[in-house]
């Protein structure tokens, strides 16, 4: 069996005497939609910033795409896919610099460059908007071009926080598309989101309340569990134990 793309041991965050993320312990594995949840101060963000190697833990253990983010966060943030809904692109630059510029950051020759830049224009249908500002795009379509900028360089992991925020349904089921074929490209996903519907999609779900993991399984099970229909029902039930707010 292949080694989890992400695994992690009892990883914690503490700021002072606040423990943000208390011993967490869960693996993810090659092409899993793995969804995080959690309501404000569950401590989702902190933890999904210590994956990403952006904030160093402080103790217990995360490997990520196979590296260390403890010893090699560096190495961690190139080799990984990270887009949000408030910052993923340059709203300054054309839908083909925005491409040009995170393929370059991610290290692709110039003719993977040009050949890749070719290849999401034609596969998204923006062939008319390539040379137009990213600011004058829908939110749907930046949010789409943002994923495919995100995995651009086939990364083993892409992580997606909180992507479809303010995205229209019709539009969010176009992402899920995506999310789908990349996922059967053997991408892992790890995404967050506040749309509880969207839970459904995922392989397993992840819910943290107080820095811990309260609950991890496959949605069918967790609803099979709880005795509820859906997993906005689950959510809830955990979310109300909370003791704090505030991530």
């Known amino acids: 069996m292949e080694e989890p793309v992400i695994r992690t041991k009892e990883l914690t965050k503490r ?11 869960f693996d993810v594995h090659k092409g899993e939609i793995f969804g995080f949840l959690g309501a404000n101060g569950a401590g ?29 966060p560096e190495q961690v943030k190139r080799s990984i896919g990270y887009m949000s809904q408030k910052f993923s692109l340059y709203e300054d630059l054309t839908v083909l610099e925005n491409i040009r510029f995170y ?10 460059i040009k050949n ?6 034609e596969k998204l249908g923006l062939q008319k908007q390539a040379k137009v500002l990213v600011a004058s795009l829908p939110l749907g379509w930046r949010q789409k071009l943002a994923f495919s900028v995100a995995i651009v360089h086939q990364p083993k992991v892409v992580f997606l926080d909180e992507p479809t925020g303010g995205v229209d349904p019709s539009m969010r089921k176009q992402f899920w598309d995506m999310i789908y074929d990349a996922s059967a490209d053997g991408i892992t996903i790890f995404v967050t989101t506040h749309y509880l519907d969207e839970a459904e999609y995922c392989d397993r779900i992840c819910i943290m309340v107080d820095g811990r993991i309260k609950a991890l399984d496959t949605p069918f099970l967790l609803k ?23 991530d």
């Open 15 to 25: 700021f002072g005497d606040f423990v943000a993320v208390d011993r967490i312990t």
């Open 116 to 121: 890749k830049s070719e290849e999401l224009i």
């Open 224 to 246: 099979k569990n709880y005795g509820v229909d859906n997993i906005t029902e689950v959510f809830y039930r955990l979310a109300r134990t909370a003791q704090r707010s505030g």
């Open 103 to 112: 393929a370059g950051i991610y290290g692709l020759t110039d003719k993977q």
């Open 44 to 72: 989702k963000t902190t933890a999904m910033r210590m994956l990403c190697g952006l904030s160093i833990p402080t103790s217990g253990e995360a490997m990520v795409a196979g590296i260390d983010v403890y010893h090699h």
